[in-house]
C-alpha cells in the first residue's frame, strides 16, 4: 500500500524567510505526485505536479518542488514566503495503476507579517 | 462555471440515523471521490467511482455506502454504523487518465450528536 510523510506538521515563518517542507513516500512503482493548498475559508486546489520528465516542477505563487526519485522524496520550496502563504498544505502521490490518491497529514504554514 | 458543489455545507443529525451528503459536478469528469478530514490526519479515502454504475471501496469505508447512477453525482450516505462520524466531508473528481489532478468541492461538516 501507498503512503505518504510529511515531516512537518505545524511551521511558522516570519515574511521573506525560505520555505521548505518535506514529504516522502512509499510506494515502488509508478506515480505522481502533487502538492495541494488549502488557504482559509476556502477549497482545496492543486498547487504544482510532477507527472515525467525535468523533476523541479514550478507552480503558482512562486512555489516549486523537486522530485529525488532515490530519495522517494517531493519538497516543496519557496524561496520568499508571503503572509498570504499561511494556509495548510497537503503532499499527495497517486498510483497511476489505481488512479487513486494518498494525501499526506498536512503541513499548516503560519506566516508572520 | 464548472466546479463541484456539496451540499448542505453544515449538517446535524442525531446518533443513528442515516445521513446523504450530496456532491454533484459538471467538469464532465468520470471519476469521482469522497474524503473524509480530520484535524492532524489528513485526507482519507472513503470511496470513489471511476465510471458511472461502479466504484471501490477506499482506505475507511466501513458504515459508509454510495452511488453512481449519473456521471455528474456520486452521494454519500453515512449509515448509523460508522461510529465516528462527525468530520469534514470532501468530495473530488477528475479526469481517469494518468494521475490527473483532483477538483475539491468546498466540504460538508457532519456533526452527529
Known amino acids: 500500500a501507498q503512503s505518504v510523510s510529511q515531516h512537518n506538521h505545524h511551521v511558522i515563518l516570519s515574511e521573506a524567510a525560505s520555505l521548505e517542507l518535506g514529504c516522502n513516500y512509499s510506494?515502488?512503482?509508478?506515480?505522481?505526485l502533487f502538492w495541494y493548498v488549502q488557504y482559509p475559508g476556502q477549497h482545496l486546489q492543486l498547487l504544482l505536479k510532477y507527472f515525467s520528465g525535468d523533476p523541479l516542477v514550478k507552480g503558482i505563487k512562486g512555489f516549486e518542488a523537486e522530485f529525488i526519485k532515490s530519495k522517494f522524496s517531493f519538497n516543496l520550496r519557496k524561496p520568499s514566503v508571503q503572509w498570504s502563504d499561511t494556509a495548510e498544505y497537503f503532499c499527495?502521490?497517486?498510483?497511476?495503476?489505481?488512479?487513486?490518491?494518498?494525501f499526506g497529514d498536512g503541513t499548516t504554514l503560519t506566516v508572520k507579517p | 462555471d464548472g466546479g463541484i458543489t456539496q451540499s448542505p455545507k453544515y449538517l446535524f443529525r442525531k446518533e443513528g440515523q442515516n445521513v446523504t451528503l450530496s456532491c454533484e459536478q459538471n467538469l464532465n469528469h468520470d471519476a469521482m471521490y469522497w474524503y473524509r478530514q480530520d484535524p492532524g490526519q489528513g485526507l482519507r479515502l472513503i470511496y470513489y467511482?471511476?465510471?458511472?454504475?461502479?466504484?471501490q471501496k477506499g482506505d475507511i469505508a466501513e458504515g459508509y455506502s454510495v452511488s453512481r447512477e449519473k456521471k455528474e453525482s456520486f452521494p454519500l450516505t453515512v449509515t448509523s454504523a460508522q461510529k465516528n462520524p462527525t468530520a469534514f466531508y470532501l468530495c473530488a473528481s477528475s479526469m481517469v487518465q494518468g494521475g490527473s489532478p483532483l477538483h475539491f468541492g468546498n466540504g460538508t461538516r457532519l456533526t452527529v450528536t
Open positions: 499527495a502521490v497517486t498510483n497511476t495503476n489505481a488512479g487513486k490518491s494518498t
Open positions: 510506494y515502488g512503482g509508478t506515480v505522481n
Open positions: 467511482s471511476q465510471i458511472v454504475n461502479d466504484f
